[in-house]
Nanobody
Framework: QVQLVESGGGLVQPGGSLRLTCVPS????????MGWYRQAPGKQRELAAI???????TYTDVVKGRFTISRDNTRNMGYLQMNSLKPEDTAVYYC????????????????WGQGTQVTVSS
């Protein structure tokens, strides 16, 4: 079972930026895609963005235009660049990889990392 480590979270003021990093324990080429998710207190985990092995990206409406998902195949890492952050972006952010894009879209990947906390507050 792949293990994932997310990092880069923190406290940021509204309008600020953060870049999250995801490091899987296996080669990202073993998986169809990578996804970033978030879970706010008292809410269900939701999808933020997905990037396929071919580089195609998909964003949910709440982050489109503000967040950018990317991957560095050489370093075997994934990233989520978050700009124009809002208080409602406050959540624990998780990454996931899976051989099935369906599993990522359905928020049912094989494993999760520990997540990284993002807090947007003045």
């Amino acid at each position: 079972q792949v293990q994932l480590v997310e990092s880069g979270g923190g406290l940021v003021q509204p309008g600020g930026s953060l870049r999250l990093t995801c490091v899987p324990s296996e080669s990202i080429f073993n998986f169809a895609a990578m996804g970033w998710y978030r879970q706010a207190p008292g809410k269900q985990r939701e999808l933020a963005a997905i990037i396929t092995i071919g580089g195609s990206t998909t964003y949910t409406d709440v982050v489109k235009g503000r967040f950018t998902i990317s991957r560095d195949n050489t370093r075997n890492m994934g990233y989520l660049q978050m700009n124009s952050l809002k208080p409602e972006d406050t959540a624990v952010y998780y990454c996931a990889v899976d051989q099935s894009l369906h599993n990522l879209v359905g928020i049912t990947p094989g494993s999760w990392g520990q997540g990284t906390q993002v807090t947007v507050s003045s």
